[in-house]
């Protein structure tokens, strides 16, 4: 199944029908390829497009987990590859330059098994080459080693371009996961002699950090070969787009009120998004007396799946966190997801806090109590899910955490944020059919 050149709703019976135009037009679990889908990043796109008229720079995007800097980096890399397709490598802990460049070789031969036929003219890299009388290397069967040196690196990556692409995009995942500042260096050294030598490869690093040194500590010595992207979260027109224009391709009606709870609760990060509007699509699909209109108990409904199906990289620490004296430690968690500021002070997230306890009927802590409740929560045995910047401040120790506490505020009834413009407005419209 295909998606139409229109955005007029699709019109399915069948479960496999409804889930397989659910895939193409939410993707919570995998990273976008397609400006299609990307929503509130058209900024970004058109840098990126600018910078890469640029021979010999490459970019660097880098932010919080979960703000799409995955999709945002395999959308460019397909949007601007001009042959071949990108190629996709991810680091891991213990990752090296010359493991990295391993992994581009084996990616690229799976995209191009004439890679494998063909006679090259490289002195020396893998394993599996073998230099014959003449010096030149026959390809043989066998495991992929990795390259010598960063010599051998830049001399293989230039190969690159003569038998993958000759002017390959290569997006390059997860570089946070390389800490040994050597190995990182390693790296620059490797990109700026790629830049020296006029080979024609662009890099798009990807990386967890609020700043291009917090995940690259030779960053300022290739200042110039560097097009850096600090990407944020989605802001609320984008945020809505995405389940507006959803919501219209599979003929499902979301009030204004229920895209803004969406918007408010995901906190800009796509992935809650994509992740809610799924689960509310089903729930008004399942129910046939809905006629495709979704209801206020289908949203609560789908904010309990959601709940129950999140990542336990997300709920365990919440669980975790709240496991002595549940209601204590679960209404401060609330409070401090209560704003969009990611660092807040005590003073706030307690006044917060009052106000959030008295709206569920619930008597608050003491300010001692809320103390001790709060400190606690930077501890090991909370899940350290708290981290304190600075004297009297609190933050998310994990910012995708944010979005997890405000949807088990939404599932207890709890309504963050109470300067969201849903408490001014009085019109609403109707996204879908």
Avoid at 132 to 153: H, I, K, L, R, Y
Avoid at 245 to 260: F, K, P, Q
Avoid at 390 to 400: D, H, L, N, P
């Amino acid at each position: 199944m295909t998606i139409p050149t229109t955005r007029r709703a699709v019109m399915v019976s069948s479960h496999d029908q409804f889930g397989e135009l659910l895939a193409q037009v939410l993707s919570p679990s995998r990273p976008l390829q397609s400006e299609e889908l990307l929503r509130g990043r058209q900024h970004q796109m058109a840098d990126l497009r600018k910078a890469f008229y640029q021979p010999g720079r490459h970019v660097l995007i880098h932010g919080l987990r979960g703000v799409g800097k995955t999709s945002l980096a395999q959308t460019a890399a397909f949007s601007l590859a001009s042959h071949s397709d990108p190629i996709l490598v991810g680091c891991e802990e213990g990752s090296t330059l010359f493991s990295v460049i391993r992994e581009i070789f084996e990616f690229s031969e799976q995209r191009n098994p004439k890679i494998r036929e063909r006679v090259r003219e490289i002195s020396g890299g893998f394993s599996r080459f073998g230099v014959n009388a003449a010096g030149t290397v026959q390809q043989t069967e066998g495991p992929v080693a990795e390259p010598g040196s960063t010599n051998d690196a830049v001399r293989l990556a230039s190969h690159l371009c003569d038998i993958y692409d000759r002017d390959p995009i290569i997006v390059i995942d997860e570089f946070d996961l390389i800490k040994d500042e050597s190995e990182q260096k390693r790296f620059v050294g490797f990109v700026k002699q790629i830049s020296d030598r006029h080979i024609p490869i662009k890099f798009i690093f990807c990386g967890i950090g609020e700043s291009p040194e917090s995940i690259m500590a030779a960053h300022a010595s290739a200042g110039r070969i560097f097009h850096t992207v600090g990407l944020g979260q989605l802001p609320w027109e984008a945020r809505e787009e995405i389940l507006g224009e959803a919501a219209d391709r599979v003929g499902i009606t979301v009030d204004r009120s229920t895209s803004l709870r969406i918007a408010r609760i995901s906190d800009g990060f796509p992935h809650y998004v994509h992740f809610l509007a799924e689960k509310l699509f089903w729930r008004v699909f399942e129910d046939r007396e809905a006629n495709g209109v979704a209801g206020h108990f289908h949203f609560q409904n789908a904010m309990n799946d959601a709940s129950e199906a999140m990542d336990i990289e997300l709920k365990g620490p919440y669980q975790k966190a709240i496991q002595k004296y549940n209601d204590d430690y679960e209404g401060v968690l609330w409070a401090v997801a209560d704003g969009h500021e990611l660092v807040r002070r005590s003073t706030d997230v307690f006044e917060n806090y009052e106000r959030i306890m008295r709206s569920i009927d619930r008597e608050p802590l003491d300010r001692k109590k809320f103390n001790q409740r709060i400190n606690s929560l930077k501890s090991p045995a909370h899940a350290s899910i708290l981290k304190g910047s600075r004297s009297g401040w609190y933050e998310f120790t994990e910012k995708m955490i944010w979005g997890y506490v405000r949807l088990r505020a939404e599932r207890a009834g709890v309504s963050l944020d109470r300067d969201h413009p849903a408490a001014q407005s009085k019109s609403y419209t109707s996204y879908g059919k």
